[in-house]
């Protein structure tokens, strides 16, 4: 069964990425280190926990969905010399579904990644990206804003946490306009870096 | 060893309490029962980590702290008819020392608590605990800014948060004013209700 699945790391006040986002800091300023780094490392004693999650975290993965803000620093029409943050084989391996107002034709990078660029609304990308997941799940791969917009109209199944033991103070709050969401918890994975929170959703059947 | 603990629920986005406290509110309005309902019925089936939590959080604790709001919902000069929200025998059965500006002789409750009115700020507070604790531990009973106010000079050695999975959406925040704030996870119990995480401090010696 596909089930649509998101992970974000977030700071203990709710942020997912600091303020200031830009080309040279895509997760903003003062906080990329601090959301991120538990990723790294992993092979280092103690990490084990954190590198089996990481493993699995997109092992039954067949589509990704991601809003224009994650895969471009810039907004408005495409500068087409852009192929995405990750360099020419991204980590995706799968076909990647990206929100935007702006058409573009699909872009194949290597090592089984295509960037479809998606202008009917994110319940199109949905519908793209369950037709290209072969049974598999579907990522929500972010940015915060894209996971809010799934999860407030009842489109996500499952959304594991990353949960960093710091308070940002600033940025892009996952939780805004949710107010009355109530989430179940079904796994928890803890390591001495961060704490792995999964959660079933309730999806209006 | 004494050490320093505070122990409270909040939810996925960081509030500890609703809004518009009262007192017939004293958790605010639209979340006592998301807050505090994890406590209640643990002697349910599935519920034995809860329970087992809470009943070992306060095995130790030899002193209490708490901020005059979450005594009483009056402010101003002290209404003596008022011997706080609990009834008769407080569930303490400790010294408990009260923050506030008014001074007040102590109150004898049944069941061993002693509530103290502490005038010097939280600081005295917390030496005048540390002679009652005989040994044991201090806990900040709270509430939310009463635990920020030792957290944010650096005074908590422990702080265990009930994660509720549930977005509030507003109400009095945890976090507010601790940017920087890094702590590190040391246990974590999941149960299907709640995820009980335990943090340690760094404390300034």
Known sequence: MTIVTANLAISL???????????????????????????????QPGREADAQLRAALHENTGAHIMGRNMFSPGRGEWDESWTGWWGPEPPYHAPVFVLTHHERAPLEMAGGTTFHFVTGGFETALEQAGKAAGGKNIEIAGGAATVRQYLAAGLLDELVLHLV?????????????????????????????????????????
Chains 1, 2 share one sequence.
């Not at 006040?13 to 490392?41: I, N, R, V, Y």
């Open 13 to 43: 006040d709710g942020f997912t990425a600091g303020p200031d986002q830009s080309l040279e800091h895509p997760f903003g300023t003062g906080c990329k280190e601090a959301l991120t780094s538990w990723m790294f490392e992993t092979d």
């Open 165 to 205: 033991p710091a308070v940002l103070g600033a940025g892009e709050r996952l939780w805004d306009d949710l107010a009355g969401l109530a989430l179940t918890p079904t796994e928890v994975i803890s390591s001495p870096t961060v704490t792995h929170l999964r959660y079933r959703t309730v999806r209006p059947s």
